[in-house]
């Protein structure tokens, strides 16, 4: 079984990869070889939590120190740069002809309305149809590397709009929604 995707800018990684025209690198040395022609060294071993020495040996071939959370950690970081000319292009297609963006989401939500916030013990599992603002909206922060919780609440808009105000009248789609607990997110476009 996979392990459930926590992460909204993973998801979006992991959907972009129906748009690659080139597999990246599968080796750990490939990965790094790659990173480090397209990366800042030092800005990389932050991201992957290392020293820049160790990157460059690791990427020279030798790879005995490295564990198996740093090779995630390499795996992650060239899923999150790999083609992003590709991405761009796809996203942009996608707006432009109001291609579906669709989302499998397992989370629980949080609703502030005029009377409080209230939140919903609820797991709920949802498959919708993002609308077209919210997707761009989505697209457009994760080019510009918006945080996690940015990406959250752009995709909490988009799913209230989607599922929750679908059925009430404009003067009642006042609650403001926001996800409290994400235990999984997926994207198809």
Do not use: N
């Not at 120190?65 to 060239?78: G, K, M, N, V, W």
């Not at 989370?107 to 149809?129: M, V």
């Amino acid at each position: 079984m996979k392990p459930a995707i926590t992460s909204v800018g993973q998801a979006l990684d992991l959907a972009d990869a129906r748009h690659w025209t080139l597999q990246p690198p599968k080796r750990p040395t490939a990965r790094l070889k790659h990173l480090l022609l397209t990366q800042d060294v030092a800005a990389l071993a932050g991201r992957l939590f290392s020293h820049p020495e160790t990157l460059t040996r690791w990427a020279q071939g030798d790879t005995t120190a490295l564990s198996d959370p740093q090779s995630r950690l390499i795996e992650r970081e060239i899923l999150r740069t790999w083609q992003t000319a590709i991405r761009h292009r796809a996203h942009r297609r996608i707006v432009d002809h109001h291609g579906c963006v669709a989302v499998q989401i397992q989370a629980r939500f949080t609703y502030a309305t005029l009377h409080g916030e209230h939140e919903d013990p609820r797991l709920h599992h949802l498959t919708e149809e993002l609308p077209a603002p919210h997707a761009g909206a989505l697209f457009e922060a994760w080019h510009e590397e918006a945080s996690e919780d940015q990406l959250r609440r752009i995709l909490a808009d988009g799913i209230a709009e989607a599922y929750f105000f679908r059925a009430l009248p404009l003067d009642q789609q006042q609650a403001a929604v926001t996800i409290s607990d994400l235990h999984h997110v997926r994207f198809h476009y």
